[in-house]
């Protein structure tokens, strides 16, 4: 346990940040997996919607320091990858 001012604050910041943390992670993943859905029911148009969301809430994540910056990407980069497979396949 914390016994002086400073360590009990440090406490209190980092209880915040982990439930900030954690909210945000959740989002992300409710946002990929409505994503997923969309695509294995093959609806493009919210699929393509869907993607253009989840981008930018992973990209985000990334910057507040969330998920790792390569976490990111690679995740951005197999959603994309699994969008056009089934939409842009020549």
Do not use: C, W
């Amino acid at each position: 346990m914390a016994n002086h001012k400073s360590a009990i604050k440090r406490q209190k910041q980092t209880i915040n940040e982990t439930k900030r943390n954690g909210d945000v992670k959740s989002s992300v993943k409710t946002a990929i997996k409505k994503f997923k859905l969309s695509l294995s029911a093959k609806k493009a148009e919210e699929s393509s919607k869907l993607i253009k969301e989840v981008v930018p809430l992973i990209q985000k994540a990334a910057s507040k320091g969330v998920l790792h910056n390569n976490n990111a990407s690679r995740k951005i980069s197999r959603l994309t990858l699994s969008f056009n497979k089934v939409y842009h396949t020549n």
